[in-house]
């Protein structure tokens, strides 16, 4: 059992204060009657809690960001946006975090959770899941780059990346490529492709496992994920 007023609050992100004000107002509901008690005891698994006439959320969140470029993979900076101010009001919730980085100026699919271990499985490179970015350079890809990508580049300081993949976009005259990573070093993209003496321009992800960035998700809105949109996520493993 947990008290009415701690729920509101770690569900919806607000203060405890602001979730007492909005019990005593009569905004929440619990099994659909009025409660204004804020130590009320609720059961978050069979009782139904509704704030302002919407239901509370579940406990984990999973929300797809169209990232734009001129925010930082951060819950907090002093100098910078972060990709949390662009969370709307309704799906905010306590503890959101972003699960892996993108780089300040990489735009595209960003998943922002409360949940951990969620992050953990999609991140960790045993897990092997895929990450696809599309790459404009200054210059043009050519099958040496290809090669080396799927052997594994290795980096000036003697880091080993995993194999990749690299395609080249069609009639993009060579200059973008379409990369798949399994893992998330820091730059890692812009890095691989410098050691082939190429410099990304532009870099955009589109992809999480089998989980795809909706084209219909204008940059820096936000999207509420299914349990089913999760689960593409872990499929689809390559390697
Ligand atoms: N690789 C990069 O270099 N930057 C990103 O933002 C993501 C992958």
Known sequence: MERLDRLLSSRTGCSRKDAQKQIKSGAVTVNGAVCKTIDAKIDPDSDVVEAGGHALGEEYIYIMLNKPAGYVSATEDRRDKTVLDLVPPELRRKGLFPAGRLDKDTEGLLIITNDGEFAHRMLSPKKHVPKRYIAQLDGEITDDAKKRFEEGIIFADGTKCLPAKLQTVENSHNRAGTVEI??????????????????????????????????????????????????????????
Do not use: W
């Open 182 to 239: 399994c893992e998330g070093k820091f730059h890692q993209v812009k890095k691989m492709f410098a050691v082939c003496g190429l410099q990304v321009v532009h870099l955009q992800r589109i992809s999480v496992g089998n989980l795809y960035l909706d084209g219909k998700l204008p940059i820096g809105s936000c999207k509420k994920l299914t349990k089913l949109d999760i689960e593409q996520i872990f499929m689809g493993k390559l390697y």
